[in-house]
């Protein structure tokens, strides 16, 4: 281990002196590689000169992401077309508007930007950052009915994404929307529809680009905006309230 580590730096170490310091220009004439695997094997022979320079990072680490924010009824991940975490993630979205002034008739988050599961039991503010680890903001905006509809076919083409609980959604199995509902309302093309996301999807990504059509935008740019914060201060809140967080699979999106 110790070995591979010093030869891992003696190459970086070379690579960034030649871009630095000649003006010739390389081409890759070959590439090898062999696959190191990072397992329990190593946990057998701890390399203690590198557990004793990482020791006073891990505890400042451990310092910061240790602290619990809330607890879990169950084990949650995100999967397609609903889940128990994208369920909760999404209703996250919507429960953020009061804190806002805002009152969003559902909301939409990706299945991508979640990044790991949650287990039941305490939640860690590490937890959260596996979750959400990315700098995406909350972000508000009004959509046409009639664009609505266009951003359920795109959900559907991508075979679900995480909705809020106000959505029925049916889509085929060639992934085609055959049905959708808001609050048991089938949505109106000419009226207009609040939802909350994030800023990444607002930008029209991940196969949503309808959502660069909404307008009335509020864009939180503050930190303490990200998602991640977010989701800490609904499991702080229920915790203070003794409340532990769960979330069901109830037919958001179902396939026929």
């Known amino acids: 281990m110790k070995r591979y580590i010093r030869n891992l730096l003696l190459v970086s170490a070379i690579a960034v002196g030649s871009a630095s310091c000649s ?9 090898d590689y062999q696959r190191v695997t990072f397992d329990s094997l190593f946990d057998a022979t701890p390399d203690v000169e590198t557990a004793a320079f990482l020791a006073p990072f891990k505890l400042k680490v451990d310092s910061i992401m240790s602290p619990v924010v809330g607890q879990l009824a169950c084990d949650m991940l ?13 209703d996250i979205l919507v429960w953020a508007g009061k ?9 939409v988050c990706n299945m991508g930007g979640i990044r790991a599961s949650l287990s039941k039991g305490d939640v860690t503010i590490g937890n959260v950052n596996e979750v959400a680890p990315f700098e995406n903001k909350l972000c508000f905006m009004t959509l046409k009915g009639s664009h609505v509809i266009i951003l359920f076919e795109q959900i559907a083409a991508r075979g679900g994404e995480g909705v809020s609980h106000s959505v029925r959604a049916v889509i085929s199995k060639d992934k085609k929307l055959v049905s959708l509902k808001i609050n ?7 009226a207009e529809y609040r939802i909350s996301t994030i800023d990444y999807l607002a930008e029209g990504n991940d196969g949503l680009p309808i959502l660069k059509e909404g307008f009335n935008r509020k864009m939180l740019t503050d930190k303490s905006n990200n998602l991640r914060f977010i989701i800490m201060d609904f499991f702080r809140e229920n915790m203070k309230n003794n409340r ?3 979330s069901e699979v109830e037919g958001r999106i179902t396939v026929e």
Do not use: C, M, W
Not at 23 to 31: D, F, M
Not at 184 to 190: H, L, M, R, S
């Open 244 to 246: 532990v967080v769960d």
């Open 184 to 190: 048991g309302e089938t949505i109106n093309p000419d």
């Open 23 to 31: 003006s010739r220009h390389y081409a890759v004439q070959s590439v």
């Open 78 to 90: 995100a999967d397609r077309p609903e889940s128990k975490l994208s369920n909760l993630i999404a």
């Open 99 to 107: 804190g806002f002034d805002e009152q969003p008739v559902f909301s």
